[in-house]
């Protein structure tokens, strides 16, 4: 489980509309950043394995004038419920990075990225992902969008060797509408033989500081492997944070 339940944060921060401090140099755009989240939910499964332990850590966005751009974020997580192999290593931290371009036509924007992920200090295990976004403005303050990811190993048998895989695909699509004192946001998602989830939010910048305060209804009942582990539907509200400088 640990190639599914970890997945983007900073697939997360990137689609928040965060308000920034950038630092130019030429072409180039550099946006540091502090992040802070009370759950790690993963954003196309909706999966955490604790609720109870928040992440946080840094990360840094290095974008060009042309819509190229390199993300780079190490995360404090610790949400694995084995203890025994938290002290060992497992989850103990995240490290990912994201080559991507980001543009828009018109009022479409666009985002394609590859994410890969070190999650493991004990088998250095890495993680690849595709990502493809899709948003765009249908009215004053109101925005509709879509997303994809593809697992770059075509995702995780629910049984060595055989089918159905899970994993393998996953998308979501969102709204967002401007409101006197927030953004709103809902969000419908799924995973193949996975999950299907959805979210509704509320994200407001606070001094510089962006907040997002998400409620998760997460349903694993089309999971390849309902049958042989005990996972169950949940219900999470996660707050996050995130300071660019």
């Given at each position: 489980m640990k190639k599914i339940t970890i997945t983007s944060?900073?697939?997360?921060?990137?689609l928040s509309?965060?308000?920034n401090s950038e630092i130019k140099a030429g072409p180039l755009t550099l946006t540091?950043?502090?992040m802070f989240?009370?759950?790690?939910?993963?954003?196309?499964t909706g999966l955490t394995n604790n609720r109870t332990q928040p992440t946080y850590g840094a990360d840094v966005n290095i974008a060009h004038d042309t819509g190229a751009y390199v993300y780079s974020a190490l995360k404090k997580l610790k949400n694995f419920p084995d203890e025994n192999s938290v002290a060992n290593g497992t989850f103990d931290t995240e490290f990912c990075n994201s080559l991507g371009?980001?543009?828009?036509?018109q009022s479409l924007n666009y985002d394609f990225s590859y994410e890969n992920c070190y999650v493991?200090?004990?088998t250095a295990e890495n993680t690849g992902t595709f990502y493809f976004r899709l948003s765009g403005e249908v009215a004053k303050g109101t925005a509709l969008g879509a997303a994809y990811a593809k697992d770059a190993t075509d995702g995780q048998a629910a049984v060595a060797g055989t089918n159905p895989k899970f994993g393998q695909d996953a998308y979501k699509i969102f709204a967002s509408k401007e409101l006197p004192l927030a953004k709103a946001t809902v969000t419908y998602g799924e995973s193949k033989n996975l999950t299907e989830f959805y979210t509704v939010g509320l994200n407001k910048d606070v001094f510089g500081i962006n907040f997002d305060l998400t409620y998760w209804n997460v349903d694993t009942?089309?999971?390849?492997k309902q049958t042989s582990l005990n996972y169950?539907?949940?219900?999470?509200?996660v707050l996050s944070a995130k300071k660019t400088f």
């Open positions: 944060l900073a697939s997360l921060i990137l509309q965060v308000a540091p950043g502090l989240q009370t759950n790690y939910v993963a954003e196309f371009f980001a543009n828009k036509v493991d200090t004990i009942d089309n999971w390849a169950h539907n949940r219900e999470l509200l």
